[in-house]
């Protein structure tokens, strides 16, 4: 992980917006054994609900709308943490996506730190 993405999730003031999809996501890997992580899906579950800095943001049918938005990004859970991303920043939140994913950060749809 990068240094800014470390400091940013070190600072704990920081509010934390994590799309549901993402999360599904990693649950998913979990369970399948994919990655060298020491965690099991229960234990995330755990520390994500014990973290108040985190929301989970559900997927719905205005963030579905703003995919149409990302078809620059190639995958479509990719796309689907964008339109999480535009859809928080549409509201007037100051908002960046914590990746070093090179199609999201290359679509210039929203900024990117790592």
């Not at 108040?52 to 963030?63: F, K």
């Not at 995919?67 to 535009?86: N, P, W």
Request: overall charge positive; some cysteine; hydrophobic content about 45%.
């Amino acid at each position: 992980m990068g240094k800014t993405a470390k400091q940013i999730l070190g600072d704990k003031s920081t509010r934390l917006l994590l799309p549901a999809i993402a999360l599904a996501e990693a649950l998913f890997i979990l369970e399948k054994g994919r990655g060298q992580y020491a965690i099991s899906e229960r234990k995330l579950l755990a520390r994500i609900r014990a973290d108040s800095r985190i929301r989970v943001v559900a997927l719905g049918q205005q963030i579905l709308d703003l995919t149409l938005q990302c078809k620059t990004i190639d995958e479509m859970h990719d796309r689907q943490i964008v339109a999480t991303a535009i859809f928080i920043q549409n509201r007037g939140f100051s908002t960046a996506i914590l990746t070093k994913d090179a199609n999201i950060a290359g679509s210039g749809l929203i900024p990117c730190v790592w």
